[in-house]
């Protein structure tokens, strides 16, 4: 089985809503996102997924993103734009394109960060 992962990031803002602390408060983050993609076969290049398509596809979906307030983004309007669903939506963005995609891992801070996978999907 072969894994490869690519990097990028993106700033800004939020608030966790039905939270009981001061992350209630809009407050930003300098978000990391990593995104994993694993399979048997590589193509007649030795490569899995071209590090080029997975960039691409991360950066159309982190174009909406960056530099907002993710609360009113239409994907967070009525859920709470927390780690874990911040890395489950990117992940169903990706789907599509990146079929054999296997994790989304969103770094909130240097040593926090949340992973969505799907466990029972048919990759």
């Not at 997975?54 to 530099?67: E, Q, Y």
């Amino acid at each position: 089985m072969f894994e490869v992962m690519i990097e990028d990031s993106f700033a800004a803002a939020h608030r966790l809503l039905n939270y009981d602390g001061i992350c209630e408060n809009q407050h930003g983050h300098n978000w990391r996102v990593q995104v994993f993609a694993k399979g048997l076969n590589l193509d007649n290049a030795g490569i899995l997924v071209d590090f080029k398509v997975l960039h691409g596809a991360l950066r159309k979906v982190l174009k909406d993103f960056d530099h907002t307030d993710l609360n009113t983004l239409d994907a967070f309007k009525s859920l709470s734009p927390s780690s874990e669903l911040i890395a489950r939506h990117i992940y169903e963005q990706l789907k599509p394109e990146i079929t054999n995609i296997s994790k989304v891992t969103v770094w909130e801070t240097e040593k926090s960060s949340a992973t969505y996978y799907c466990e029972n999907c048919n990759d």
